[in-house]
């Protein structure tokens, strides 16, 4: 059964422990001395109906104050699906407690009261949600039954957390009126708001989908201990962070850079076939190799980042401030560094999301740093896996967790940065012996102002099965109809004659890219929005094309659809071949794919209908079309 991890937070007050515990009453997830004891507690303190938030205030404090102060953690189901809940403290004190919580969730349930509309803290969690990369939040605006269950309101208030949350990034925003205490739209609808005819919060969690938000594509297996029972047997146990792993596959060993192949995947029922992220395995290799505990197992041609200077965002959870110098213990998976925070960039006002220049962070501060670790780190970025982005510092002397971070990338200065951008600009243009070059007869210029829009190059670029084929032929579709002069170059046409002789090696692949960025520029200088579909894994290919083109025409598309929904989809059955061993080096397979960083759209096609896509890109690339991106080279 699927299992959703979810969060709640909002301000004191606002009732969260409350839909906690009208969640697990109105689902019949508790017993019945529970439901007595809860009874007879509220009655005692002569509230004069049944105080469900008592339910998971546990704490003589809590029950004491009627507030939450630690993360309390709760299970119930449904016949869809399991939950585990994190109740939060609302309290601007217990932020580290709410990161806690918030750690490990999929989604955030972030509570408002509908008498006091979006509040400070409100703010606050929808930050610290956004921050930890939950892309998933439902905004439950509360207590409706104390403004007349007004549909005025929930709009104002809808309206102004809409707008806020548009500087986060959320890319699942949901709104839903309740009343937790007397259960309105929590997992029954309500018949006091006619109004409203979205869904219950408990169908909200039951039917939204987080799946495609975790990391299938990327193995990573890190180590956590040796299991020899005997001499015949040397198992390597630890839980699959990310991607899947299957018998007779290739794999290399991090930091030895060893390589072997997968002898068995074995659980305590026996060996099976392939295992995948999240199950907790130990996989046997065909050669004796020297692996230990924080080693990483991953696949030679997908590998993660190797670093000691590390960019992070960072939550200082300890009563004890930051100091300058001091070294702590780098934990990350299964793997442990000495450390020390080289520099702090900026604090972040999580109020109003500005900057601060300081020297050190204190209790609850959030903000960028700089840290270096005494050996070699493996890591994703956070944004790409959560699993092998995220760590603790722990202070040696007293073991306690210090501070807990979310990892950004390696440490850039702007020297190196400089390299990279002359190493990415400066292409290699190939001519042939004894030809000179003939200028344009018709200027890019001339021709865009008869066209009446600007050229630009639009690069789709997903794994295969994403739809970016169907997406760019709709899109082109579209352009074409409003009168652009449009060119489509597809990867399937274009290796029927022109790179009919290249394969899909490495150095294949970056070929048949160079040659498709070079058509694609000669088709932009005649004045026409170019679109290329191609796969296009390598990162550093694309730089490439892109380096071709004048700033803001050269337009990234990344088309974000899950291994296992391309999978599913196999319209060319090309993964069913490389899952028999037919296909060598298949991108998402066996052949890594590079996510780009900074597309600059994005696209996800679950659930969506194609016209639908194309024409959120038609809109999103207007601008640059219409009025010209950058001036003319």
């Known amino acids: 059964m699927d299992l959703l991890r979810f969060t709640t937070a909002g301000s004191v007050d606002d009732g969260k422990s409350t839909l906690i515990g009208r969640l697990l009453h109105d689902t019949k997830s508790i017993f019945e001395d529970q439901l007595e004891a809860v009874e007879d507690a509220s009655n005692r303190r002569g509230e004069g109906y049944v105080n469900l938030a008592l339910l998971t205030d546990g704490l003589r404090a809590e029950r004491e104050q009627n507030i939450t102060i630690d993360v309390a953690y709760r299970y119930f189901a449904t016949p869809r699906r399991k939950f585990i809940i994190a109740d939060t403290p609302g309290h601007v004190q217990y932020t580290r407690n709410m990161v806690t919580g918030a750690s490990t969730a999929e989604l955030a349930i972030v509570l408002i009261d509908a008498r006091n509309g979006v509040l400070t803290q409100s703010k606050r969690h929808g930050f610290i949600a956004s921050l930890l990369g939950i892309t998933h939040v439902l905004v439950a605006i509360n207590k409706m039954d104390l403004v007349d269950w007004s549909q005025e309101v929930f709009d104002r208030i809808t309206e102004d957390y809409a707008e806020f949350a548009q500087k986060l990034g959320v890319e699942d925003l949901t709104f839903i009126p309740i009343s937790a205490l007397k259960g309105d739209n929590v997992v029954d609808e309500s018949e006091n708001m006619p109004w409203y005819h979205g869904s219950t919060l408990l169908h909200h969690l039951d039917h939204v989908n987080v799946g495609s938000h975790r990391n299938l594509v990327d193995f990573r297996f890190p180590v956590q201990y040796v299991i020899r029972p005997d001499q015949d047997y040397r198992g390597y146990a630890g839980r699959v962070a990310s991607g899947t792993i299957r018998s007779g596959e290739e794999i290399m060993v991090l930091p030895s850079g060893q390589r072997t192949s997968i002898k068995s995947v074995d659980t305590f029922d026996g060996p099976v076939e392939e295992a995948l992220t999240g199950d907790s395995v130990a996989l046997t290799t065909a050669d004796e190799l020297d692996i230990s505990r924080g080693d990483m197992i991953v696949r030679p041609l997908n590998l993660p ?78 944004e790409m896996n959560r699993e092998t982005g995220s760590f603790i510092l722990i202070d040696p002397h007293t073991n306690n967790t210090v501070a807990v971070g979310m990892i950004r990338g390696t440490v850039r200065s702007a020297e190196k940065l400089a390299e990279q951008l002359h190493e990415a600009t400066t292409v290699e243009r190939k001519a042939s012996p004894d030809v000179v070059w003939e200028g344009w007869n018709v200027p890019l210029k001339v021709r865009e102002e008869k066209n009446g829009h600007a050229a630009a190059v639009v690069w789709f670029t997903g794994l295969s099965g994403s739809g970016k084929s169907s997406i760019a032929r709709e899109l082109e579709q579209m352009l074409f109809a409003e009168g652009c002069q449009t060119m489509l170059l597809d990867g399937d046409q274009v290796r029927h004659g022109l790179n009919g002789d290249l394969g899909f090696s490495p150095d294949a692949r970056k070929e048949n890219i160079r040659r498709v960025g070079e058509v694609a520029n000669l088709f932009y200088l005649q004045g026409n929005i170019v679109i290329c579909t191609f796969v296009s894994p390598f990162q550093m290919d694309r730089e490439r094309a892109r380096a071709l083109f004048p700033e803001g025409r050269f337009i990234e598309v990344f088309v974000d659809t899950p291994l296992e929904e391309c999978e599913r989809r196999d319209s060319k059955g090309l993964y069913a071949k490389a899952r028999k061993g037919e296909i060598e080096q298949m991108t998402g397979i066996s052949s890594p794919y590079e996510v780009p960083e900074n597309p600059e759209i994005r696209v996800e096609t679950v659930g969506r209908e194609v016209t639908e896509v194309a024409d959120e890109i038609r809109l999103a690339i207007h601008e640059v079309v219409r009025r010209g991106g950058a001036a003319h080279p």
């Open 305 to 382: 980042v190797v670093a000691t200077e590390i960019d992070a965002m960072l939550c200082w959870m300890s009563d004890e401030p930051m100091k300058g110098g001091t070294q702590y213990w780098f934990r990350q998976t299964t793997r442990e560094a000495k450390a020390f925070i080289s520099r702090v960039v900026y604090k972040i006002d999580v109020d109003t999301l500005h900057r601060e220049d300081v020297e050190a962070f204190g209790f609850n501060d959030i903000g960028r740093v700089q840290i270096q670790t005494a050996a070699p780190i493996f890591f994703d970025r956070y």
